[in-house]
């Protein structure tokens, strides 16, 4: 009985540390695609301004 809830703490454990290390996945996948959004939202915006000065001259 006892090496059984021994054994249930460690799963418990291994449980937790996996989803901590799920959770850090996602945080730094968001973040990165953060980083790639504003990568993309400057990107179209310096094109923006690129076709604006070729039609205005």
């Known amino acids: 009985l006892r ?4 054994i249930k703490i460690i799963y418990q454990f291994d449980l937790n540390v996996s989803v901590v290390r799920n959770l850090n996945l996602i945080e730094a996948h968001k973040v ?3 980083r790639q959004l504003k990568l993309t939202i400057l990107l179209s915006y310096q094109l923006l301004q690129i076709f604006r000065a070729h039609r205005l001259s």
């Not at 090496?3 to 021994?6: C, E, L, P, V, W």
Request: overall charge neutral.
């Open 3 to 6: 090496s059984g809830f021994h």
């Open 32 to 34: 990165e695609s953060r």
